[in-house]
C-alpha cells in the first residue's frame, strides 16, 4: 500500500532514529528547550513541530526594521514603526463599542494606543508613568495619532532606546500561536543552534561548488538577519542564505520525487513479453496515415517499458496535435492483446467520449471490447459495463475518473492511461495505481500532457516519472494565424466566420467563462448562439456546453464532425482534446481572462487540416500589461514549448504545473522558477546522494516535507 508516510517521534521510532540523533542534536525532541513542557508541546506536535530542528526549518515569511526608535513627534500616519513613552493616562470608553484607551507621550510628541479587546489585568498594568516600547501601524484616528493593538511590553528605564539587534522576523502564523511566541521558540532553537550546531546532510564536495554559506550560518542569518542586511536582497528571497535553504529544499523534494519513483519501480509489474502475433503492425498498416518519427520513437520507449516486470511510469509530452492519442492507442492494443486490462482516464466527459470513438474507429476491426465509464452514465448501463470489466470481457475501459471510483472493479488491469494530467494530482495517478492492483502486481502507468514544460523544469517536477517527448506534428499541417481584436469588431468576425463557412469550412466560437457558475456559462453560450445563427441565418450554429447531457452533446459533436453544424458555439468544454480536422477558424471570446496554457490548447483545436486556419482572440479593452503580453505571445509563436517557457515568465511555475492541485512542490523558500538555475546542480548532487550516501536522503527529506505532502511506503 502506498499512503503517506506517519512522520512520529523520531524518538519513538526504534534505535535506529534514536542514532541518528545522537548525530543530529536537532532531532532532539522540543520538550528539551528550557520553558517547553508537555502542554506546549502537545499543541504544537498538532503543527507538526515536534523536534527543534522542526522549529529551525520554521522559516519566516518576511521582516520587521524594529532596530530603530522613532520619536512620535515625526510620524504622521501610515508607518510601522517601533515607539517608546511612558504611559499619561489609560481609560475605558464607549465609542460605539467598548474600548481601552491608553495615551503616551515621549516628550516630541504623544499617541494613542487602541485596544478593543483586553483584559481586567492588561487594563490594571497601564498605570501612569509605565514606560512602553510598541510596534503597530500608526494612523490617523479620531483624536490624533494612534495604533491599534500595537504588539507591546513593558520595559525598564535601562532599556530605554536598546531595540532588536537584528530584523525582526515574521513566521508563517500557526494557529494559535502568536509571533512573539513562535519568535521566543525559534530562540530557543537558535540558542541550541549555537551550542550543538546542525547537521549537514549535503556531501561537502557538492556544497564547496555552491560557494554558498553554511546551513548553520544561512539559519541564523534568515531568522535574525542584522540591522545592516540586505532587505531588498530578503525581501525578494534572493540573499545567499536564502539561496543555501532553498538549495537543500528543491533537493529534498528531488531527492523525494526519485525515492517515490524507485519504490514503485521496485513493486513488482506485468512483463508483457514480446509482441508474437504482430499486432501492432497490423494495427499501424490500417491506419489511413502513417505514425510520425516521433510518435514511433515514444512508442518504442513505451514498448521497452511494457517488457520489463517492474510498472512503467512514463510521462509523455507532446503539444496539442502532437497524435498522443494515437500512441494511448498502440499501447492500449498492446496491453489488450497481451490479455490484459486497460484504463484510459480523461479529464472530461467529452473528451472520453471522443477518445471512445477514435478507439472504437481504430481498434474496431480487431475486435477489441470496450466500455465507456464516466459518472453521467448510470442505471442498467454503467451495471453492464462494470460487469464486462469485472469479468475481464471488457479489455478497455475509457472514462474520467469515475473509472476509479468504488465499485469498479478490474479483471487484470495491465495498463492505466492518463490523458491530460496536469488535470489529476499525483494523490490520483496513485489512487489508480492502487484500483489495478491485481494478485500482487501493478498495473503499467502512462500519462499524457499537452503543456510541455522546459526539461529541467520537467525533470524537477517530474522527477517521479520518465518522459517521451512527440516533438512533430503529423506532416501537412499549416501553422494558425493568430489575430488580436477588441470586441468591438465583432460584425468583421462574424463576416470572416461566413467566409470560410461559403469554403465549407468549420468554425469555433468560444464563450467566455463566467465565475464558477455551469450555468451562466450555459445561458452565455445560449445567447450568442442565438445571436449568430441570427447574423448568419444561411448556417447551421450549434450549441454544446457543459450542462447537456453526455447523449445531447455527443449528438452535437457528431453533427460538427459530419459537417452538418457550420458554427459550434461553446463554453471552454472543449478546451482539451476535441477534434475535427475540418474546422479552420477559431474565435475565442474575453481572451484577455484566459491564461496561456488555455489559450494554446483552444487554439490546438484547428489548424489540424491542411487549410490555414485562423484563430481569432477578441478582447475588452481596457487590457491589463499581462493580458496584453499574453496575446503578443500567442500571436508570435505556435510552439507549444515556446509558450510555456514564456508563460513561466509571466507567471511562475506554481500555477503552470497546476502544483495546488496536486500537492507536489509546496515549497517554503525555493522557488521553481527564481531558483531555476540551481536545478541541474539539485539533480546531480540527488544522484551523488543516492550513490554515495544513501543514508543521508531520508533525514534531508524528512526535514524539509511535511507529513502529508510526503508519499512512501510503510
Ligand atoms: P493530441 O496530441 O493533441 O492529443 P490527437 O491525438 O488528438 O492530438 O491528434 C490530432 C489529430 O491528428 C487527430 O485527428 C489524429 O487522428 C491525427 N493524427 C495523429 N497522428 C497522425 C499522423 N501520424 N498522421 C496524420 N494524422 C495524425
Ligand atoms: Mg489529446
Same mark, same amino acid.
Given at each position: 500500500m502506498t499512503r503517506?508516510?506517519?512522520?512520529?517521534?523520531?524518538?519513538?521510532?526504534?534505535?535506529?532514529? =534514536?542514532?541518528?540523533?545522537?548525530?543530529?542534536?536537532?532531532?532532539?525532541?522540543?520538550?528539551?528547550?528550557?520553558?517547553?513542557?508537555?502542554?506546549?508541546?502537545?499543541?504544537?506536535?498538532?503543527?507538526?513541530?515536534?523536534?527543534?530542528?522542526?522549529?529551525?526549518?520554521?522559516?519566516?515569511?518576511?521582516?520587521?526594521?524594529?532596530?530603530?526608535?522613532?520619536?512620535?513627534?515625526?510620524?504622521?500616519?501610515?508607518?510601522?514603526?517601533v515607539i517608546e513613552g511612558e504611559v499619561l493616562l489609560a481609560e475605558v470608553a464607549f465609542?460605539?463599542?467598548?474600548?481601552?484607551?491608553?495615551?503616551?507621550?515621549?516628550?516630541?510628541?504623544?499617541?494613542?494606543?487602541?485596544?478593543?479587546?483586553?483584559?481586567?489585568?492588561?487594563?490594571?498594568?497601564?498605570?501612569? &508613568?509605565?514606560?512602553?516600547?510598541?510596534?503597530?501601524?500608526?494612523?490617523?484616528?479620531?483624536?490624533?495619532?494612534?495604533?491599534?493593538h500595537p504588539e507591546y511590553r513593558r520595559i525598564s528605564a535601562q532599556e530605554a532606546g536598546v531595540t532588536e539587534s537584528s530584523l525582526t522576523p515574521l513566521y508563517p502564523l500557526t494557529e494559535g500561536l502568536q509571533q512573539g511566541r513562535l519568535r521566543q521558540l525559534t530562540s530557543l532553537a537558535l540558542r541550541e543552534l549555537a551550542t550543538y550546531g546542525v547537521t549537514d546532510w549535503i556531501p561537502a564536495s557538492v556544497l564547496k561548488k555552491l560557494a554558498l554559506p553554511t546551513l548553520r550560518e544561512a539559519l541564523e542569518y534568515v531568522h535574525r538577519p542584522p540591522p545592516d542586511a540586505d532587505v531588498a536582497a530578503l525581501a525578494s528571497v534572493r540573499h545567499p542564505a536564502q539561496r543555501r535553504l532553498a538549495f537543500e529544499e528543491l533537493l529534498a523534494h528531488q531527492l523525494s520525487l526519485r525515492l517515490l519513483r524507485k519504490e514503485i519501480q521496485a513493486d513488482p509489474g506485468w512483463a508483457f513479453g514480446p509482441d508474437t502475433d504482430g499486432v501492432v503492425e497490423?494495427?499501424?498498416?490500417?491506419?489511413?496515415?502513417?505514425?510520425?518519427?516521433?510518435?514511433?520513437?515514444?512508442?518504442?520507449?513505451?514498448?521497452a517499458d511494457l517488457q520489463k516486470p517492474s510498472p512503467m511510469l512514463r510521462l509523455v509530452q507532446g503539444d496539442v496535435g502532437s497524435g498522443k492519442t494515437l500512441v494511448a492507442a498502440i499501447a492500449a492494443l498492446r496491453a489488450a492483446s497481451a490479455g490484459f486490462q486497460v484504463a484510459l482516464m480523461a479529464p472530461t466527459e467529452l473528451l472520453a467520449e471522443q477518445h471512445a470513438r477514435n478507439f472504437a474507429t481504430w481498434l474496431g476491426p480487431l475486435d477489441v471490447p470496450m466500455v465507456l465509464l464516466t459518472g453521467k452514465r448510470t442505471g442498467t448501463a454503467r451495471a453492464r459495463a462494470l460487469e464486462e470489466l469485472a469479468s475481464g470481457h471488457a479489455k478497455i475501459a475509457i472514462g474520467t475518473h469515475a473509472l476509479f471510483q468504488e465499485g469498479v472493479q478490474f479483471h487484470r488491469l495491465g495498463l492505466a492511461i492518463v490523458d491530460e494530467q496536469h488535470r489529476f494530482g499525483v494523490h490520483q495517478r496513485l489512487l489508480l495505481r492502487e484500483k489495478g492492483l491485481?494478485?500482487?502486481?501493478?498495473?503499467?502507468?502512462?500519462?499524457?500532457?499537452?503543456?510541455?514544460?522546459?526539461?529541467?523544469?520537467?525533470?524537477?517536477?517530474?522527477?517521479?516519472?520518465?518522459v517521451s517527448i512527440i516533438d512533430e506534428l503529423p506532416p501537412g499541417r499549416t501553422p494558425v494565424k493568430t489575430v488580436a481584436l477588441p470586441e468591438t469588431r465583432r460584425d468583421e468576425v462574424v463576416m470572416r466566420i461566413r467566409e470560410a463557412c461559403r469554403q465549407r469550412r468549420q468554425a469555433y466560437w468560444v464563450c467566455p467563462l463566467i465565475e464558477e457558475s455551469e450555468q451562466l456559462n450555459a445561458q452565455a453560450a445560449e445567447d450568442t448562439a442565438a445571436a449568430l445563427s441570427q447574423a448568419l441565418h444561411e448556417l447551421q450554429v450549434g450549441l454544446i456546453?457543459?450542462?447537456?447531457?453526455?447523449?445531447?452533446?455527443?449528438?452535437?459533436?457528431?453533427?460538427?464532425?459530419?459537417?452538418?453544424?457550420?458554427?459550434?458555439?461553446?463554453?471552454?468544454?472543449?478546451?482539451?482534446?476535441?477534434?475535427?480536422?475540418?474546422?479552420?477558424?477559431?474565435?475565442?471570446?474575453?481572451?484577455?481572462?484566459? &491564461?496561456?496554457?488555455?489559450?494554446?490548447?483552444?487554439?490546438?483545436?484547428? &489548424?489540424?487540416?491542411?487549410?490555414?486556419?485562423?484563430?481569432?482572440?477578441?478582447?475588452?479593452?481596457?487590457?491589463?500589461?499581462?493580458?496584453?503580453?499574453?496575446?503578443?505571445?500567442?500571436?508570435?509563436?505556435?510552439?507549444?514549448?515556446?509558450? =510555456?517557457?514564456?508563460d513561466l515568465e509571466l507567471r511562475g511555475p506554481g500555477e503552470l504545473l497546476g502544483t495546488k492541485q496536486t500537492g507536489l512542490m509546496q515549497l517554503r523558500v525555493a522557488d521553481l522558477l527564481r531558483d531555476a538555475d540551481l536545478l541541474p546542480r539539485v539533480q546531480a548532487a540527488a544522484e551523488l546522494m543516492l550513490a554515495e550516501h544513501p543514508d543521508h536522503v531520508q533525514p534531508l527529506i524528512r526535514r524539509w516535507i511535511g507529513r502529508d505532502e510526503r508519499f512512501g511506503k510503510v
Open positions: 503517506p508516510i506517519r512522520a512520529s517521534n523520531p524518538h519513538a521510532n526504534g534505535p535506529r532514529q =534514536a542514532a541518528l540523533s545522537r548525530h543530529a542534536p536537532e532531532l532532539r525532541p522540543i520538550t528539551s528547550l528550557r520553558g517547553v513542557g508537555e502542554a506546549l508541546a502537545s499543541r504544537l506536535a498538532k503543527l507538526g513541530i515536534e523536534t527543534i530542528q522542526d522549529l529551525l526549518f520554521l522559516l519566516p515569511l518576511r521582516y520587521e526594521d524594529r532596530t530603530q526608535v522613532v520619536p512620535i513627534g515625526t510620524l504622521s500616519g501610515g508607518e510601522r514603526v465609542r460605539g463599542r467598548r474600548q481601552l484607551l491608553v495615551r503616551i507621550s515621549d516628550g516630541t510628541g504623544s499617541l494613542t494606543l487602541r485596544f478593543f479587546h483586553f483584559t481586567n489585568a492588561q487594563q490594571q498594568s497601564f498605570t501612569r &508613568g509605565t514606560r512602553l516600547r510598541c510596534y503597530g501601524e500608526v494612523r490617523r484616528g479620531p483624536s490624533g495619532l494612534e495604533i491599534v497490423r494495427f499501424l498498416a490500417s491506419l489511413p496515415f502513417r505514425p510520425t518519427r516521433a510518435q514511433l520513437r515514444a512508442w518504442r520507449e513505451i514498448e491485481a494478485a500482487g502486481r501493478f498495473p503499467h502507468q502512462l500519462i499524457m500532457t499537452a503543456t510541455p514544460i522546459p526539461r529541467t523544469l520537467a525533470m524537477t517536477a517530474y522527477a517521479d516519472l520518465d456546453h457543459g450542462r447537456m447531457k453526455p447523449r445531447e452533446k455527443e449528438a452535437v459533436m457528431e453533427r460538427f464532425k459530419a459537417g452538418e453544424i457550420d458554427v459550434l458555439v461553446a463554453t471552454t468544454v472543449i478546451e482539451v482534446g476535441v477534434d475535427v480536422p475540418n474546422a479552420s477558424v477559431m474565435v475565442i471570446e474575453n481572451a484577455e481572462r484566459m &491564461g496561456l496554457a488555455q489559450l494554446h490548447q483552444l487554439r490546438g483545436r484547428v &489548424g489540424r487540416g491542411t487549410a490555414e486556419s485562423t484563430c481569432v482572440l477578441l478582447y475588452r479593452a481596457p487590457l491589463t500589461e499581462i493580458a496584453r503580453a499574453r496575446l503578443a505571445v500567442m500571436r508570435e509563436t505556435n510552439d507549444g514549448f515556446e509558450i =510555456a517557457r514564456r
